[in-house]
């Protein structure tokens, strides 16, 4: 039922309660300001698709007050928009403007209007439109923190630590500004999240670790082997590298070696939580599993290409590797391999499972390397070609803070939405 016909922003009351009990007047009154003209309509609207979100855009004006209304119905107007299917609103908005908590594969229509204060609001901008989709399918340059080799990246306790050569680690909150942090100066090739914690690790046997992302300490790996890949696995965390070296520890500080039974370059590790199994991929076509990181099987795999990276999620895990190599597997014994989409060596994989803010993003794999390309699926068996967003080579990727990251040689860095 709409009660007047004033405009709080023509907002009448049952929508004031959908925008966050923002009824900060009467409906009807013409707001709490003294009075004056309402701003104009803003000008130059546009909005980006995104996965389980929009992005709004316009040209802000100082000392003027912003709200965004959307629904799935290109006839939205101020006065109807609480009637059309799947409302939504947003105040207080600042350009650009998220709006997420949306439904992938809607097209949703979304006006913008403006007031003084708490003064009554003006006409809205014509209605832009947009439909929502899983990212990971379309990539956009980002501007790069820093200069030198990027060689992986992790998201964990609302934050996002990334590594590089040189003792290159970066700590950041909101995916925009990124802290400088100094703790050693080899390279560190891998980051993890796990148990609370941080765990990077590198060349001569570096593992560092942090419970925040900024404060850092170095442990005793007991290895001076490069290590290439770190991953948690129950309360312990592994870390894998070259000549088929294998540490792992269970208190975040002391670290054994451990034999899994081969001298190849160890580069990948995942670990299915479900049923306790972690797969370790390497050089030449190796993969070793274990339940309990102390003892390994040999796993046959259907290739000796060099294998870069495995990930599990969707009850499969996913391998990716050198020549654009995919191998799947639901139980980590038995592996099939897909055609190659692409020739360029594929240097890293990673599952979405996400939640942030209370929203599930879209679940899927994401694979990113040489020559800028990336890879997305959402079973871990059928993928789709992309361009990550560069030429350059892409080293590692994570989804976090509402979108996929991509790092590279030379600092590059790119975005999925």
Same mark, same amino acid.
Request: proline share 4%; with cysteine.
């Given at each position: 039922?709409?009660i007047?016909?004033?405009?709080?922003g023509?907002?009448?009351?049952?929508?004031?309660?959908?925008?966050?009990?923002?009824?900060?007047?009467?409906?009807?009154s013409?707001?709490?300001?003294?009075?004056g003209?309402?701003?104009?309509?803003?000008?130059?609207?546009?909005i980006?698709?995104?996965?389980?979100?929009?992005?709004?855009?316009?040209?802000?004006?100082?000392?003027?007050?912003?709200?965004?209304f959307?629904a799935?119905?290109?006839?939205?107007?101020?006065?109807?928009w609480?009637?059309?299917?799947?409302?939504?609103?947003?105040?207080?908005?600042?350009?650009?403007?998220?709006v997420?908590?949306?439904?992938?594969?809607?097209?949703?229509?979304?006006?913008?209007?403006?007031?003084?204060?708490?003064?009554?609001?003006?006409?809205?901008?014509?209605?832009?439109?947009?439909?929502?989709?899983?990212?990971?399918?379309?990539?956009?340059?980002?501007?790069?923190?820093?200069?030198g080799?990027? $060689?992986?990246?992790?998201? +964990?306790?609302?934050?996002? *630590? #990334? =590594?590089? !050569? &040189?003792?290159?680690?970066?700590? /950041? %909150? @909101?995916?925009?500004?990124?802290?400088?942090?100094s703790?050693?100066?080899?390279?560190? $090739?891998a980051?993890?999240? +796990?148990?609370?914690?941080? *765990? #990077? =690790?590198g !060349? &001569?046997?570096?593992?560092?670790? /942090? %419970? @925040?992302?900024?404060?850092?300490?170095?442990?005793t790996?007991?290895?001076?082997?490069?290590?290439?890949?770190?991953?948690?696995f129950?309360?312990?965390y592994?870390a894998?590298?070259?000549?088929?070296?294998?540490?792992?520890n269970?208190?975040?500080?002391?670290?054994?070696?451990?034999d899994?039974?081969?001298?190849?370059?160890?580069?990948?590790?995942?670990?299915?939580?479900d049923?306790?199994v972690?797969?370790?991929v390497?050089?030449?076509g190796?993969?070793?599993?274990?339940?309990?990181?102390?003892?390994?099987?040999?796993?046959?795999?259907?290739?000796?290409?060099?294998?870069?990276?495995?990930?599990?999620?969707?009850?499969?895990?996913?391998?990716?590797?050198?020549?654009?190599?995919?191998?799947?597997?639901?139980?980590?014994?038995?592996?099939?391999?897909?055609?190659?989409?692409?020739?360029s060596?594929?240097?890293?994989?990673?599952?979405?499972?996400?939640?942030?803010?209370?929203?599930?993003y879209?679940?899927?794999?994401?694979?990113?390397?040489?020559?800028?390309?990336?890879?997305?699926?959402?079973?871990?068996?059928?993928?789709?070609?992309?361009?990550?967003?560069?030429?350059?080579?892409?080293?590692?990727?994570?989804?976090?803070?509402?979108?996929?990251?991509?790092?590279?040689t030379?600092?590059?860095?790119?975005?999925?939405?």
């Amino acid at each position: 039922m709409k009660i007047g016909s004033g405009r709080f922003g023509r907002i009448p009351c049952m929508a004031a309660a959908l925008v966050a009990m923002a009824a900060v007047g009467a409906c009807g009154s013409g707001g709490l300001g003294g009075g004056g003209s309402p701003p104009d309509a803003p000008t130059n609207v546009s909005i980006k698709n995104g996965d389980q979100h929009v992005m709004v855009s316009w040209n802000s004006e100082p000392g003027i007050n912003y709200w965004i209304f959307c629904a799935t119905d290109p006839s939205i107007t101020l006065d109807n928009w609480t009637t059309l299917p799947n409302p939504v609103s947003r105040i207080d908005a600042t350009s650009p403007q998220m709006v997420t908590g949306l439904t992938n594969g809607l097209s949703y229509s979304c006006i913008v209007n403006g007031r003084h204060d708490k003064d009554k609001g003006g006409d809205a901008s014509p209605a832009v439109t947009a439909m929502t989709r899983p990212a990971g399918a379309e990539w956009v340059a980002e501007a790069p923190w820093s200069n030198g080799n990027v $060689n992986g990246i992790a998201f +964990g306790n609302k934050n996002l *630590v #990334a =590594v590089g !050569d &040189g003792g290159g680690l970066w700590y /950041s %909150t @909101d995916n925009v500004t990124w802290t400088p942090v100094s703790v050693t100066t080899n390279n560190l $090739n891998a980051v993890t999240y +796990g148990n609370g914690r941080f *765990v #990077a =690790v590198g !060349d &001569g046997g570096t593992v560092v670790t /942090s %419970t @925040d992302g900024l404060s850092w300490s170095a442990d005793t790996p007991h290895t001076t082997a490069n290590l290439y890949a770190v991953q948690a696995f129950g309360s312990r965390y592994v870390a894998a590298g070259a000549g088929g070296t294998l540490i792992h520890n269970g208190d975040g500080t002391d670290w054994d070696v451990i034999d899994v039974g081969t001298t190849e370059n160890l580069y990948g590790l995942a670990a299915n939580t479900d049923t306790g199994v972690m797969i370790v991929v390497g050089a030449r076509g190796t993969m070793r599993s274990t339940t309990d990181t102390l003892t390994w099987t040999t796993v046959a795999a259907p290739t000796s290409a060099d294998l870069r990276s495995v990930a599990y999620g969707n009850g499969r895990f996913a391998v990716v590797g050198a020549g654009g190599v995919q191998l799947s597997s639901a139980d980590g014994a038995t592996w099939a391999q897909a055609p190659a989409l692409t020739a360029s060596t594929l240097n890293n994989v990673t599952y979405n499972a996400n939640i942030v803010g209370g929203i599930t993003y879209s679940t899927r794999f994401v694979a990113v390397g040489d020559d800028g390309v990336a890879l997305y699926s959402d079973d871990g068996l059928a993928w789709g070609l992309t361009n990550g967003g560069t030429t350059a080579s892409l080293r590692g990727v994570v989804f976090g803070l509402s979108r996929y990251k991509a790092v590279g040689t030379g600092g590059v860095t790119t975005a999925s939405y």
